[in-house]
């Protein structure tokens, strides 16, 4: 999928990866997509109540081995 940005966050523990991703998509254009990756146990219910709470869009979350990957459109 394509994307416009990366967060690794890879190895941090909660709530880094959505501190991260905050940050990321604070720089971002509305449309954008940033691909977060992160191997927090944690964020498989993070992400999808963090792009609800903030109205970004979460189009995808798969899976690499241990790592979670997730793409958010920025609303």
């Given amino acids: 999928m394509a994307f416009n940005a990366e967060v690794d ?4 523990n909660c709530p880094l990866p959505i501190l991260r991703t905050k940050k ?3 720089t971002m254009q509305s449309g954008e997509v940033l691909k977060i990756k992160a191997t927090d146990s944690g964020a498989a219910r993070d992400f999808p109540a963090f792009a609800k709470q903030t109205g970004n869009e979460l189009i995808a979350s798969t899976t690499e ?4 990957v997730f793409f958010l459109k920025r609303r």
């Fill in 24 to 26: 990321a998509l604070a």
């Fill in 65 to 68: 081995g241990d790592v979670l």
């Fill in 9 to 12: 966050a890879i190895g941090m």
